[in-house]
């Protein structure tokens, strides 16, 4: 059980954001304290950050509506209400996910901008609340900018009475960037000899994510990502940072297979080594399977572990718990939240129960390079194995990353882990270019490959990269911005979309500014292109 932070109630102040469709507080609430009383408390700050991180429990709900299934990786099936028409490239500005997904992110932006501008009144022992606010602050405006594009950088708590949001108007995505870097970077100051807690902000994290800004902005800064992740990278064990791996000499032998020269001995096979790896790349999902392995294959079903989800590859997760409570509870969970549980924040539409949505079924598309046969390990831990029949097109085939059971699960989101921040490495040495024999970029994408099952390579090209990322990251709503990134959303989703009768074009790369923000403030905020 995830019990990392205390059950508590906190009355934030009642002047939302002008994005927030939230329920307020019952004013007569004995226990509810104002913020002006909460900071003179002897952990004020602390409860604060404790009420972003639960505010944040919600982002995730719908990003795999709004991103995922956007790519090329995974489909909706045709009797799923609005969800095919998303999958399509055909979303409306009035879509509710759309909004929600602005609306959420903008209410953790509101509760982080709350510690900020008190931040002068922290007291010495929870300056790193400080930290953990600016980092949820740049790290819920990097999800904006990257599914929004144009969007305004709010920097404290509005008041709508005064009109404060005609203050922000939406940004060119460029100064977008540099404010969420700037707001990461004095993150890592205050961050900086905190005990790392993999279920909070840490100097680790803020270094990794502000080097991915870096690379996903306009004009990338190769250099300045590179100087970042290499401070990570190549000091990994200090940051208690690696990938989740078994060495084939410490592998587990499921089944005896004689060896052909002396029958006596049992040799451990390619299949048995592959076998081990998918556990392991299970344990880092925080995943468990049950006994089974025949002919080869592990044939065992998967399921959450709480006890595996804290581990060396994640670098900062929002936890979610299988309780009737919620380790981060705050007033502005809602007035019932407190007897509901903290995991239905986590999107239903991508766990292993998904296919009552239908709408985290593996694209054809995906299937051609997500197979036993080309991924022996990432395949069995992503893939609901039963499900798979290539031989029949209408076949659904499902997702097993997230094997949480229906809506109420405790499956973990991991937001940052140790492969990703490999990849980008590579990604920040190859500068754009095609290819590169850099031993660095090769070393660390060949320790994901390593894990993965696959041959080493000699040289690194960009299509392998790109290929790489979308392999190792599939469900985790990742592919959509990889291919803006790298300047492959054009041709690789143009392609996609012909193939299956969709309707992308070079504009839908980004969701609609929410209709409900500019009904709001009306002639104030402008239409994305292609809406």
């Known amino acids: 059980m995830k019990k990392i932070f205390k059950n508590i109630i906190v009355c934030f102040s009642l002047v939302a954001l002008f994005t927030s469709c939230e329920e307020e507080l019952d004013l007569s609430n004995p226990t509810a304290l104002s913020i002006e009383e909460l900071l003179q408390t002897e952990n004020g700050f602390e409860l604060l950050a404790n009420g972003v991180l639960d505010a944040y429990q919600k982002v995730p709900a719908n990003e795999f509506l709004l991103i995922e299934l956007r790519s090329d990786n995974v489909r909706a099936n045709s009797e799923n209400g609005n969800f095919p028409a998303i999958n399509a490239y055909n979303v409306d500005p009035n879509n509710g996910d759309v909004a929600t997904y602005y609306s959420n992110n903008m209410s953790t932006i509101k509760h982080a901008n ?16 400080v930290g953990e606010a600016y980092f949820m602050r740049a790290l819920c405006h990097f999800n904006l900018v990257r599914a929004y594009q144009n969007v305004p950088f709010i920097d404290k708590v509005l008041d709508i009475t005064k009109g404060d949001a005609l203050d922000y108007p ?32 840490s100097k680790g994290a803020a270094i990794c994510l502000a080097a991915k800004a870096y690379l996903s902005q306009p004009n990338p800064n190769y250099s300045e990502a590179e100087l970042l992740l290499a401070s990570v990278v ?8 690696d990938l989740i791996f078994t060495e084939r000499s410490n592998a587990e032998q499921f089944e005896f297979n004689a060896d052909p020269l002396n029958s006596s001995v049992d040799i451990l096979t390619d299949a048995e080594y592959h076998a081990n790896l998918v556990i392991d790349y299970g344990h880092m999902l925080g995943n468990s399977i049950s006994d089974g392995y025949t002919d080869g294959i592990l044939d065992g079903s998967w399921s959450n572990n709480s006890a595996l989800e804290i581990n060396d ?8 718990d299988l309780v009737s409570s919620d380790n981060y509870t705050t007033s502005d969970s809602g007035l019932n939240d407190q007897v509901e549980t903290d995991s239905e924040s986590h999107s239903f539409a991508m766990t292993l129960q998904g296919p009552s949505n239908g709408v985290n079924i593996a694209s054809l598309d995906f299937l051609e390079v ?17 499900s798979y029949n290539p031989t029949i097109e209408t076949t659904d085939t499902f997702n097993a990353k997230f094997p949480t059971d229906g809506e109420i ?10 492969a990703d921040v490999l990849l980008l490495y590579a990604e920040a040495i190859l500068a754009g270019g095609d290819s590169t024999i850099d031993s660095r970029a090769i070393d660390a994408f060949n320790q994901v490959r390593a894990r993965a099952g696959l041959e080493e390579v000699a040289n690194l090209t960009k299509d392998l990269l790109l290929d790489e990322r979308r392999v190792e990251f599939v469900y985790e709503n990742q592919r959509l911005y990889d291919l803006i990134r790298f300047g492959k959303a054009d041709a690789v989703l143009t392609a996609f979309s012909n193939k299956n009768s969709l309707f992308y074009t070079n504009e839908k790369k980004y969701l609609p500014f929410p209709q409900r923000e500019r009904d709001n403030l009306p002639n104030f905020y402008k239409q994305n292109d292609g809406y």
């Open 370 to 386: 997500m197979n036993p046969e080309l991924q022996p390990v990432r395949f069995y831990a992503s893939i609901d194995a039963l």
């Open 313 to 320: 590859e994640v670098i900062f997760s929002i936890a979610y």
């Open 409 to 418: 699960g405790d499956n973990d989101w991991i937001v940052l882990r140790y």
């Open 234 to 241: 190549e000091n990994n064990t200090s940051y208690n940072y």
């Open 170 to 201: 939406q940004l060119p995505e460029a100064e977008v960037y540099e404010k969420i870097i700037s707001d990461f970077k004095t993150s890592i100051a205050y961050l900086d000899g905190v005990e790392q807690n993999r279920y909070r902000p």
């Open 114 to 129: 709350t510690i900020i501008g008190s931040r002068f009144l922290a007291p010495e022992s929870q300056q790193y609340t």
